[in-house]
């Protein structure tokens, strides 16, 4: 490996014209996954009380904090700039960028659903802070916040957290989505889409919904989003976050009734500043990894929205 990608570096697959994040010191991360099984404890936990000079602390919520937002030991990106010269074919760039972590408790065993309500919506408030924050760096095109959770999710550890990225392009997907709204006379998809989901919709009150899309691309699929068409997270009200954080908690709670012990992910879909994105929020229960039909664009899905719905609705 030459010297200046020690610190990883950005490239360009002229195939798909995808971006690869090389990221080396990810390799030395502690794993708590092995196969399904949990195999950590506590005891060898980076994120427990007693354990805060292990990763440098940005900021304590509560006394005892309640959540910690620390910069990433095993960044995605980081924050030093180094200018390739690039030729025309073979195109690289510096991954430079922010990487955050937000321990979302103290408690290892504690689930994300079984965090309080305030806590919660404390939690949200530290996403928008740090978004804020990230994206006040004029380098930074996209934040991206998410947690993974479980062996296969693509978290590495048991411990519940949350990642807030900034990077200084846009990632595929939110390009792809933004172009499909720009195709489609500039009109919100998601506003559209709620006229035509009411038979999927899982919880709703007045300013807030929650449904299992049409077209879900994995089993127990939901798009959890606020009403008003905002463009990302920072421009929730009070209200929007109340009901985010209780249509979250309910929905990982019975998905968890519903298919047992599982991993997910919870991506947040935004981008400040666009006039088509509306912000929402995706929960994709995972029970494999990514196979050749995913990687090639294709989803399998051995539960229709319908179905998952209407167990949805019989669940306590
Ligand atoms: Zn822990
Ligand atoms: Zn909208």
Same mark, same amino acid.
């Given at each position: 490996m030459s010297e200046d990608v020690v610190k990883g570096e950005i490239r360009k697959d002229y195939i798909t014209g995808s971006r690869v994040i090389f990221a080396f010191s990810r390799d030395k991360r502690q794993r708590d996954f092995k196969n399904e099984e949990v195999t950590s !404890?506590?005891?060898?936990?980076?994120?427990?009380?007693g354990k805060e000079n292990l990763n440098k602390t940005i900021k304590l919520v509560g006394n005892p904090w309640k959540l910690r937002l620390i910069y990433n030991k095993y960044p995605i990106v980081n924050e030093e700039i180094i200018h390739y010269k690039n030729s025309n074919f073979l195109r690289r760039y510096s991954n430079y960028g922010h990487s955050y972590v937000i321990i979302d408790t103290p408690n290892h065993l504690q689930k994300f659903h079984e965090i309080e309500e305030n806590i919660l919506q404390r939690w949200f408030n530290l996403i928008i802070d740090t978004e804020n924050t990230t994206y006040s760096d004029k380098r930074i095109k996209q934040v991206c916040t998410f947690k993974d959770s479980g062996s296969i999710s693509g978290g590495s550890l048991y411990h519940q957290h949350t990642q807030i990225i900034g990077f200084t392009f846009i990632s595929p997907i939110i390009k792809k989505e933004i172009n499909i709204i720009k195709n489609n006379h500039q009109k919100c998809i998601l506003e559209e889409a709620l006229?035509?989901?009411?038979?999927r919709v899982l919880i709703e009150n007045k300013n807030a919904i929650a449904f299992a899309p049409y077209g879900s691309r994995f089993r127990g699929h939901s798009i959890i989003m606020p009403k008003r068409h905002i463009d990302y997270v920072g421009r929730l009200d009070r209200a929007e976050i109340k009901s985010l954080v209780k249509f979250i908690k309910t929905i990982l709670a019975k998905n968890d009734k519903i298919f047992d012990k599982h991993s997910y992910n919870l991506i947040f879909h935004e981008?400040?500043?666009?006039k088509e994105l509306h912000f929402y929020i995706e929960i994709?229960?995972?029970?494999? !990894?990514?196979? =050749?039909?995913?990687? =090639?664009?294709l989803y399998i899905n051995p539960l229709t929205p319908e179905e998952y719905t209407k167990i949805f609705n019989e669940t306590d």
């Open positions: !404890n506590a005891k060898d936990c980076p994120f427990e009380y006229k035509k989901e009411k038979e981008l400040k500043g666009s994709t229960p995972r029970f494999s !990894n990514i196979g =050749s039909a995913e990687l =090639s664009g």
